[in-house]
Each structure stands twice: as C-alpha cells, then as structure tokens.
C-alpha cells in the first residue's frame, strides 16, 4: 500500500472514530439531562403535551383516524409512569367506531419529543 492511498484511509478511519466519539458523547449527554430533567416535570405538563401533539399529528398513518379530537382522546393520567429515568410512558385511548389503545413515550428533556406504541 503506497503513501498515496494509506493517508486518505487513516484520514478517513480518523474522521468516522471521531463521529462515533460524538455521537457516543451526544446520546449520554441526552440520557443524563432527561434524568435531570424528569423530576422537575408535573403530570399536566406531560397531558398538556400529549394532547396538542395528538391534536396537531396527521392521525392516518399510526391512529387510522383522519384526526383526533379531544372528545375521542382519553389519557389515564393515574397511569404515568416514570420509565428508565429519562421519560414518562402515558396510556390512553382513542374513541370512535372502536377503541384503541396505545402508550406514549415523552422524554423528559424534550416534551415534544414522543413516539407511540400500540397497547
């Protein structure tokens, strides 16, 4: 292997341990705000934020609703549970021709971040 291709190789392999370094860095700098973060959060603040993403959230793809109206939203606010110290899981259901159950996952450090799962 000639100096002309190894120095563009260890340039490269140099640059992809840095990202990993980083992106290692990032996500355990994430995981410990949301711990920080956790405590201070109130469970209206979670509903409040469930609610407007629900509300705010092209419904077809995951619920099969064309949207969500607060009528057919049901949180089990008694159910909120503090998970891994970095968010909260929400049950709730969604009302209409027939029930459906999810959970949602809202991180601690970013209520607008939440994905959802079927129950």
Same mark, same amino acid.
């Given at each position: 292997?000639?100096?002309?291709?190894?120095?563009?190789l260890l340039a490269v392999?140099?640059?992809?341990?840095?990202?990993?370094?980083? &992106? &290692?860095?990032?996500?355990?700098?994430?995981? @410990? @705000?949301?711990?920080?973060?956790?405590?201070?959060i109130k469970p209206e603040q979670i509903i409040s934020s469930l609610e407007r993403d629900l509300l705010n959230k092209p419904a077809e793809a995951f619920f099969h609703k064309?949207?969500?109206?607060?009528?057919a939203l049901h949180i089990a606010s008694e159910s909120i549970q503090l998970e891994q110290g970095t968010h909260y899981s929400v049950p709730f259901t969604i009302?209409?021709?027939?029930?459906?159950?999810?959970?949602?996952?809202?991180?601690?450090?970013?209520?607008?971040?939440?994905?959802?799962?079927?129950?």
């Open positions: 292997m000639g100096k002309s291709v190894f120095i563009p392999v140099c640059m992809g341990l840095a990202f990993a370094s980083y &992106s &290692s860095w990032e996500k355990n700098n994430e995981i @410990q @705000q949301d711990r920080l973060t956790c405590p201070l064309s949207r969500i109206t607060i009528g009302t209409g021709r027939m029930e459906r159950k999810y959970i949602a996952f809202v991180r601690c450090s970013d209520l607008k971040d939440i994905t959802y799962n079927k129950s």
